[in-house]
């Protein structure tokens, strides 16, 4: 059995199990409970906070963790990273009030930035010589420059609608984001073998997000002229219908 924690709630939790349901992975979440096994394959769901999943997967807690990819970097957990799933994309990014002219990096030089991942703010500003005095606040840090908490912010920028309805504009993007599947170091080999198969079956539903399945019944005398044309992975599967001089033609495209 392995055991595998996601958000509790919000966006990547609906992701989340968005994905085991196309996987065929059956999981009822409930609000109240916290521990949920699935009713057709050998996994239990433990559903926690975003920022404790690195810690859980990297502890033991937890075989595997499926977290965005700014929580794992900023926690530093020592799990290993197993597959980028290309969902919940987002973007670390500074952002400073919309009036403000800027001319570079150098504006943040002394300035007070508030945000909730000091850890990759600190690293990208040493990395660019710049000395900013790091202000750790959690939730609603859009708010900050507003009430002159501080000068600027670090966070996470999706549609940048947030930044907008706070009077702010996006500066610098740091970093990228998006959902990534972790793991403990020190999984079991029977564990490991129920990991390839749930990532066969993620594999398999990414493999499909950009298809379409195509059918069609057609005249027989004009099966060649719709072969040719027809911009399938492989030659479709054609089968007669009950009707004399018809076919069914089955295939797959790219969307």
Same mark, same amino acid.
């Given at each position: 059995?392995?055991?595998?924690? +996601?958000?509790?709630?919000?966006?990547?939790? =609906?992701?989340?199990?968005?994905?085991?349901?196309?996987? &065929? #992975?059956? #999981?009822?979440?409930?609000?109240?409970?916290?521990?949920?096994?699935?009713?057709? *394959?050998?996994?239990? !769901?433990?559903?926690?906070?975003?920022? @404790? #999943?690195?810690?859980? +997967?990297?502890?033991?807690?937890? &075989?595997?963790?499926?977290?965005?990819?700014?929580?794992?970097?900023?926690?530093?957990? &020592?799990?290993?990273?197993?597959?980028?799933?290309?969902?919940?994309?987002?973007?670390?990014?500074?952002?400073?009030?919309?009036? +403000? @002219?800027?001319?570079?990096?150098?504006?943040?030089?002394?300035?007070?930035?508030?945000?909730?991942?000091?850890?990759?703010?600190? &690293? *990208?500003?040493?990395?660019?010589?710049?000395?900013?005095?790091?202000?750790?606040?959690?939730?609603?840090?859009?708010?900050?420059? %507003?009430?002159?908490?501080?000068?600027?912010?670090? @966070? #996470?920028?999706?549609?940048?609608?947030?930044? !907008?309805?706070?009077?702010?504009?996006?500066?610098?993007?740091?970093?990228?984001?998006?959902?990534?599947?972790?793991?403990?170091?020190? $999984?079991? =080999?029977?564990?490991?073998?129920?990991?390839?198969?749930?990532?066969?079956?993620?594999?398999?539903?990414?493999?499909? =997000? @950009?298809?379409?399945? +195509?059918?069609?019944?057609?005249?027989?005398?004009?099966?060649?002229?719709?072969?040719?044309?027809?911009? %399938? $992975?492989?030659?479709?599967? !054609?089968?007669?219908?009950?009707?004399?001089?018809?076919?069914?033609?089955?295939?797959?495209?790219?969307?």
């Amino acid at each position: 059995m392995l055991r595998i924690a +996601v958000q509790s709630k919000g966006r990547l939790f =609906e992701e989340t199990m968005a994905l085991l349901q196309e996987a &065929d #992975i059956k #999981i009822s979440a409930s609000k109240r409970i916290l521990l949920v096994q699935s009713s057709n *394959f050998p996994i239990e !769901v433990l559903f926690l906070r975003d920022d @404790d #999943i690195p810690q859980s +997967v990297a502890g033991g807690v937890a &075989d595997l963790g499926i977290v965005g990819e700014n929580e794992f970097v900023e926690r530093k957990e &020592d799990a290993e990273v197993i597959k980028r799933l290309g969902f919940s994309k987002c973007r670390l990014s500074l952002a400073i009030p919309k009036d +403000v @002219d800027y001319p570079g990096l150098s504006w943040f030089e002394g300035r007070k930035i508030a945000t909730s991942y000091p850890g990759i703010l600190k &690293d *990208f500003m040493e990395r660019n010589g710049i000395h900013s005095d790091i202000h750790v606040i959690t939730g609603s840090v859009e708010i900050a420059p %507003g009430i002159s908490l501080a000068d600027a912010i670090f @966070d #996470i920028v999706s549609s940048g609608s947030t930044l !907008v309805s706070n009077s702010l504009k996006e500066v610098e993007v740091v970093m990228k984001s998006e959902a990534l599947l972790i793991g403990n170091k020190n $999984m079991s =080999e029977e564990k490991k073998e129920i990991l390839n198969e749930l990532l066969f079956r993620i594999e398999a539903v990414k493999a499909a =997000e @950009d298809k379409k399945y +195509v059918l069609m019944n057609a005249p027989t005398e004009r099966l060649e002229e719709i072969i040719e044309v027809l911009p %399938g $992975m492989k030659s479709p599967t !054609v089968m007669p219908l009950a009707q004399e001089g018809w076919c069914s033609v089955h295939t797959l495209l790219d969307e």
